[in-house]
């Protein structure tokens, strides 16, 4: 690494390789056991794919990834990012129809996809004309050769020998679109690199040779600097879960130290701990996390959504740090990160690497992370910074003297009544929260009145043998209003045989939302 504030992948990976050396890196599961790969290993393979890449073209590409996490994954990703081209990663559970829209939008080159993909591959190659490549990174064999044939020592060694311009776009990430059409968020090296150049408030989290079991997908941009470039730079063994399904054997397997997850997968997890309390009555509540997490389990970091501070204090029983942070694709991720000595519904503190304001009750943040703009998209990108270059975050919340930041709401869920107040929905469904009788609530305005419509905790129900649901939602609504100001009243309520539906990453799909 050479004296700039923010290095390029390519000298992230070499400084890890000198440093640790032979030190295992990457820890995952194939035909049914435990491999390794080093940080050498890994280096010299993602040097190989790059070379590979490049074999195939040196004119600048964009490579769609869609596959689940795997070490061929880490190391096409990796190739991609040192050799000046663009990352693009979408969920592998992403239809064909939607690949091909997208895949066209974004002018990609290259797709590389994993085995259960393959079906839906051969119709994106008939419907994309303009994709040159498609390549099963399943094939361990296949990736086995390239890794050979194009090590440091062939005929290609000087394809990798390739500075990437630090400002360009290296990876594109797409929106959720849930308001609207989804857009590619483009980001540079400086952006990705740069996000986990932050000091960290909690300086136990990340110690070396400390393993972080990765669980969430990494076409998210949370996992994707988080559990790969920043656990890279810390020094850390990164256990690849790959799918969800694999998450509670994995976390036995390698008992993992620090997992980052979202607020499902803790409240999930929480659940597994209770029912091995309740099996086992006289058990210490430690010892009972300890058989779902393993012995070594120190921290689990939340991002994504809302997190319950009645779920942090649950898990402090346990002696597991759960804490929240908060940030966007468009700021390069981190806005705010982990700290326990902030409030605990708090997201944490602002980073050293960005700075926040609060602007007519929206977070708005300056940091030279922040994207490159909307691939194709003038107008919406110019539409998301003000006047004076501030990012806006279309979150509502409030920030401390010390740097603690608060969310309330999100702007465009805002509910403006006619008397000209303003309503943040998410600040009276969180009140639901605690509630067990309650699974998923969605507030919004009906005829210039609060309603609230509810997915009842049905196993709950029927455990408990309650008869008469409304009646016990209607009380509990009643004790609500009892202290709420005169626009958050809810007026009437709705039960709904449903759960509502949710955007890839968990989000509630609100009404009007352009889907």
Request: hydrophobic share 40%.
């Amino acid at each position: 690494m050479n004296e700039r504030t923010t290095p390029t992948v390519r000298e992230l990976i070499d400084r890890a390789a000198n440093i640790y050396e032979d030190k295992t890196f990457l820890k995952f599961v194939r035909d049914g056991k435990v491999e390794e790969r080093s940080y050498r290993t890994t280096q010299q393979n993602a040097l190989a794919v790059c070379r590979w890449i490049r074999s195939l073209s040196t004119e600048r590409m964009h490579v769609a990834l869609i596959s689940n996490t795997s070490y061929e994954y880490i190391t096409c990703l990796t190739g991609i990012l040192i050799s000046g081209n663009v990352a693009i990663p979408f969920s592998p559970d992403i239809s064909a129809g939607e690949a091909i829209k997208l895949l066209e939008r974004a002018d990609v080159d290259l797709l590389l996809f994993e085995n259960e993909f393959a079906q839906k591959a051969v119709q994106i190659k008939e419907g994309c004309p303009g994709l040159k490549y498609a390549v099963n990174i399943g094939d361990e064999s296949y990736f086995n050769q390239i890794y050979k044939t194009y090590d440091a020592e062939s005929e290609f060694a000087p394809l990798s020998d390739y500075a990437v311009d630090p400002a360009a776009c290296a990876s594109m990430i797409f929106t959720s679109g849930t308001t609207g059409v989804r857009k590619g968020v483009m980001l540079s090296t400086e952006a990705l690199v740069g996000n986990i150049m932050y000091h960290d408030y909690s300086t136990d989290i990340f110690n070396e040779t400390d393993t972080a079991l990765s669980v969430l997908p990494m076409y998210h941009i949370y996992c994707f600097t988080g559990d790969y470039l920043k656990n890279l730079k810390d020094g850390l063994q990164v256990a690849l879960n790959g799918s969800l399904r694999n998450i509670v054997q994995n976390l036995t397997l390698f008992e993992p130290r620090v997992m980052r997850v979202v607020p499902m997968i803790a409240q999930t997890l929480l659940r597994r701990v209770k029912a091995v309390l309740a099996r086992n009555p006289d058990m210490e509540p430690r010892d009972a996390a300890r058989k779902v997490f393993g012995r070594n389990m120190k921290w689990l970091i939340s991002g994504g959504a809302y997190l319950d501070p009645a779920l942090i204090d649950e898990y402090d029983k346990f002696g597991i740090y759960l804490r929240q942070g908060y940030g966007m694709t468009e700021a390069g991720c981190r806005i705010s990160v982990p700290d326990e000595t902030a409030a605990k519904d708090s997201v944490g503190r602002v980073i050293d690497v960005c700075r926040a304001r609060i602007r007519g009750g929206e977070i708005q943040v300056l940091t030279p992370t922040k994207m490159l703009g909307y691939y194709k998209m003038p107008e919406e990108s110019k539409a998301m910074f003000t006047e004076d270059g501030w990012l806006k975050t279309g979150d509502i919340g409030f920030l401390t003297v010390d740097n603690q930041l608060f969310i309330t709401g999100r702007v465009k869920n805002l509910i403006i009544l006619s008397n000209g107040e303003n309503v943040s929905p998410e600040a009276i469904e969180k009140k639901f929260d605690r509630s067990p009788i309650i699974d998923e609530v969605m507030v919004y305005a009906e005829n210039d009145h609060i309603v609230a419509e509810i997915y009842p905790n049905f196993d709950y129900i029927e455990g408990n043998k309650i008869d008469d649901v409304n009646a016990v939602i209607e009380s509990m609504i009643d004790t609500m209003n009892l202290t709420a100001k005169p626009s958050h009243v809810i007026a009437s309520f709705k039960l709904r045989a449903k759960p509502f539906e949710r955007t890839a990453t968990g989000k509630l799909k609100r009404p009007g939302a352009r889907l």
